[in-house]
C-alpha cells in the first residue's frame, strides 16, 4: 500500500507539469488509513512560514535595516550573526509566560493563537508552484480575502484580554485599520479577478502564462492595472501593519500595541502571524498582478528563457522571489518613512485610496468588456 | 486652532487649523479615561510622567508629574567647594555637558571678575558649538523615532559619535566633560584637535543636508508636525520660553546675540527663525526646523573660531584658574545659551566660605515643559508624542 503511495508520489517529480499533480498525489497519500498526505499538505506552509521567518524575516530584517542605517546588524553569534535568530528563540523559550494577574486570561491565551490560524489559513488557497496548492478553491482570492479578518479577532482578543490601556488603544486601532483598508485592497483585487473572470488562484496563475514571460502578467496587460496592484500594495501595508501603517504596535505611542503584554512564545507566535501575513499579502499581490509562479523571463527566439526557467520547481523558486521582494519594499519603506497618525490614515483610506480603487474598478471593466 | 467643549462631557470638537483633517466628535457619550503615560513610556525622554485624561484618543488635558530624577543638585552645590561643582553641572543636561560648564563658569568668573585669556574662551566656543550640534542631533533622531522614522536616528547617531570621539580626545570624556573650568580649561585641545574639527565640518555639511531631505522634506514627516502644537509668541514669552523653542515660535532671541558673552560678538552667524513657508510658525515642525537650521549656524561659529584663534604658543589653559576660590559677598546670575535655551545660573556667596550659599539653576527644559498643558489640551495622543518631541527635554535638567 505504502509503495504504491510513494510511487503515487515520485511521479509527479518525475513527470510533473500537469496542474496540482503534487498536491492530488499528496491528498490522496494515505497510511493505514490515516490522512498523512493532508498533514503533510497543510504543514508544509507551516515549516515555509517558519523558517522564512526565522532567515528572511528575522535575520533578514536586521541584516536589511543595518545596511540602510550604515550598521552591522548582528555580528556575534556565528559568522556574520548566522546564528543570532536561533539564540532569540532560545531566549524566547526560556522566557516565562507571564499571563497579568488582571488579564483576561482566555481571551490573552486565545488571541495570538486566533491570530496566527487566521493569517495561516490563507496559506491554503496559495499556489506555491503550478503543481502544488494547499486546496484549489474555484473562489480561493475571496477566501483569502476573508479569512484574513480573522487575525482581528485575534488581535481584539489579545488587546482586550491583556487589560491594558496601551493594548486596548491598539487593537481599536488595529481593527479599525484592517477593516477599512480591505474595502480598497478586495477593489483592487478584483479589478485582478476581472481580468482573470475567475477567483481560482491557480487559474488566475494559468492565466498569466506565455512565452513572453513578463509582458502576460496582468500588471502589463492593460495601461490601468498599475493603478489596482499600486493600491493593493498600500492597503496590504495597512493591513498587515507595516510601516507606515504600522498604528496599532506604534512603539513610540502605544508602547507595543495590542502585544505590549506578551511574554515568550505568545510573544514569539504574534511575530510568526505578523510574518505570515507579510508573505501572504505578498504572494497575492505577486499572483494576481505578477503572474504568480511564472517565469517573468521571456523567450528570445532561439534563447527558450521562458521555457527554461518555468515548471514545478522553478515556479515555487518565482513566487517566493516575487514574495521576497515585496517583503524587501516592505522592510525598504519601514525603515525609511515615518508613521502616519491614525487619523491620517484613515483619511487616506477612506477618501483617496477607496475612490480610486472604484475608479480603477470601472476602468478595468470598462477595458475588459470593450477592448479586445 | 481647537476648541473645546468638554462641558458636556459629551460633545467634544476638535478642528484643526491649516490641516485638512479635521476631528469631530459630536454628541457622543463617551467616557474619560485616566492614561498613564511614562515614566517607563518609551517616548517621554526619559522619566518624565504624563497623567491624561483621555476622551478616546482625544486629550482633554495632560499634567506633567516630574521628579523621578531629582538629585538635589542645588542643595549639593551648597556642601561642595566651586570648582567642585563643575562635574555636577554636567549632569544636568547631560546632552550638552560643554554648554552647562559653560554656563556655570560664566557665573562664577562674573562673581569673581576675573580675566581669561583669549585662546581659552575660544576652544571653550568651539567645544560648546560642537556638543549644541551632538545634543540637536539627539533632539532630530530622537524626534524621528517618535514620530516613526527609525532610519535617521540612527544617521544622527553615526555623526553625533564623531563629535563625541572629538570631544572625548579634548576633554577624556564622552559625556560627561569637565572640561572647563572656572577661569580656564582642564587641559589645553591636542595638537592636531583643530585640523580633524575642521574636517568634521567639510564632512558634518552634506550630511546634514542628507539628514534633510530624509526626515525635514518627507511629506509624512511634514503632515505630523505642521500645524500641531502651535504655540503664539505672545504666550511663549509669558511662559519664559527660551532657544530653539521660543524662535520656533517667531521670537529671534538668542543669548549669544541679545546677551553676548565669551567671544561670540565677534562672531558672525545668524539667528534662525521659522518664516512661515515651510511650517507654520509657532508649531512642531517650526521648532524642528530651528534646530536644524542652528547646526548649520553652529557650524559656521566653529570655523570661524578656528580662523580667529590665537596660536599655542606659551599658552597655559590653567594659566587664569584661581588657587582658591573664595568671592567677596554678593550674588551673580549669569546665563548662556544652551541648545535647549536659557541655562541661568544664580550664585550667593557669604564672602567668607569656598563654598556658595546658594546656587540655582534656572533650567530651560522645566520651563518649556511647563507650556504642555496648554500645548496638550484637544490633541490626539500622537500628537502629544510630537509635542513632547519637539520640546526637546531633558529629564535631567527638568529635575535636576
Redesign the interface.
Known sequence: MSSTALSQISMPFLMGNSLNAWSEALVGFNILGLPLGLVILAAIPLVFIALYSLTYGVYGERKI?AF????LGPMEVGKWGILQTIADILKLLQKEDIVPSSADKFLFVIGPGILFVGSFLAYAVLPFSSAFIGASLNVGLFYAIGIVALEVVGILAAGWGSNN?WSL?GAVRSVAQIVSYEIPAAIALLCGAMMAGTLDMQQISVLQSGSWGFAHFFLFKTPIAWLPFLIYFIASLAEVNR??F??PE??????AGYFTEYTGMKFAVIFLAEYGSMFMVSAIISVVFLGGWNSPLPNLGAIALNDWTNGPVWGAFWIISKGFFFIFVQMWL???????????LM?LCWKVLTPFAFVSFVLTAIWEVYVP | MQELDTAGLGSVRVTRKNDNVVVIEKDLATEQMVLAMGPQHPSTHGVLKLECLTDGEVITEAVPYLGYLHRCFEKCCENVDYPAIVPYTDRLDYLSGMNSEFSYALAVEKLLDIEIPRRVEFIRVIVAELNRIASHLVAIGTYGIDLGAFTPFLFCFRDREIILGLLEWASGARMLYNYIWIGGLAYDVPSDFLKRVREFVTYFRPKAVELCNLLTENEIFVKRTRGIGLMPAGVAINYGWSGPMLRGSGVKWDLRRNDPYSVYPELDFNVPVPDGKLSDVGDCLSRHLVRAWEMDESLKIIEQCIDKMPSAEGFNPRSAIPKRIRPKAGEVYARAENPRGELGFYIQSDGKSTKPLRCKARSSCFVNLSAMKDLSKGQLIPDLVAIIGSIDIVLGEVDR
Open positions: 535595516s540602510m542605517q550604515d550598521r490601556k488603544y510601516a507606515p504600522d498604528i506604534a512603539e513610540s505611542e502605544l508602547v519601514r525603515w525609511t518613512l515615518p508613521r502616519l497618525r491614525v487619523d491620517q483619511y
